[in-house]
């Protein structure tokens, strides 16, 4: 499938995460190997990237966490893989792409994190420890609904302003809260669309019947959100 449609597909327009055959494909080939090597990000920004999807999804005594289903290799390939190197390839006069939606704007927003972590913690960001990603993901994720608000206003003035402007940048609270958010977002459903999670978490029914008003629980998932 070429890059553009498959943006297409995805519902970028709409700012939406859908899980397309083309997406599904991708997240099915990654697993948690031994070495992480990252395609898309350097091997630190991989190194903060794995750390922090599993402080996101853990590991527990029964269900696998998103390291373990390799999530983190989703997120570093999907990011290569279907974000375009440049708008041009996928933009025309009928479809304009947010420069939220571009690998350089990712790597833009890698760079201000590792940047942050080197001010905070005074080493390198391939030294990071868990407890330190801890602090940071706490710091951004768990503000108030106001300034998370406010960090949105902000993001969306900066599209406005690269349009004129491509050279200007994000404010850097902004970024770090909107890189930080796009981890959790993408960890969150690349979890949850993964196989295992799906076929061994979830309800797993591929071929969903009739519609029953009435049907006991236990014949219905037992509760657990559907996977398909």
């Not at 899980?19 to 350097?42: G, K």
């Not at 933009?91 to 350089?104: A, M």
Request: with cysteine; aromatic share 10%.
């Amino acid at each position: 499938m070429k890059r553009r449609q498959l943006l297409k597909n995805l519902g970028y327009g709409a700012g939406a995460l859908v899980v397309t055959p083309a997406v599904m494909s991708l997240l099915q080939s990654c697993e948690n190997t031994p070495v992480f090597s990252p395609v898309f990000l350097s091997p630190a920004q991989g190194h903060a990237l794995k750390s922090m999807v599993a402080l996101i999804i853990p590991n527990d005594e029964k269900v696998p966490g998103a390291v373990e289903v390799g999530v983190h290799e989703f997120i570093d390939k999907y990011w290569k893989e279907v974000l375009p190197a440049n708008k041009s390839e996928v933009e025309d006069e009928f479809w304009e792409v947010s420069p939220t939606r571009e690998q350089p704007f990712m790597k833009n927003l890698w760079t201000t994190f590792e940047e942050n972590y080197k001010t905070t913690f005074q080493k390198e960001l391939a030294d990071g420890t868990p407890e330190e990603f801890d602090q940071i993901l706490s710091k951004y994720l768990k503000t108030d609904k106001s300034t998370q608000t406010a960090y949105g206003k902000k993001m969306g003035e900066f599209s406005q302003a690269y349009k004129l402007d491509p050279t200007v940048q994000p404010d850097k609270e902004a970024a770090m809260f909107n890189l930080l958010a796009t981890v959790r977002g993408m960890t969150m459903w690349g979890w949850k669309s993964s196989e295992t999670i799906g076929k061994n978490v979830l309800w797993y029914d591929p071929v969903p019947g009739q519609q029953i008003g009435c049907l006991p629980l236990s014949e219905a998932g037992n509760g657990k959100a559907m996977a398909l």
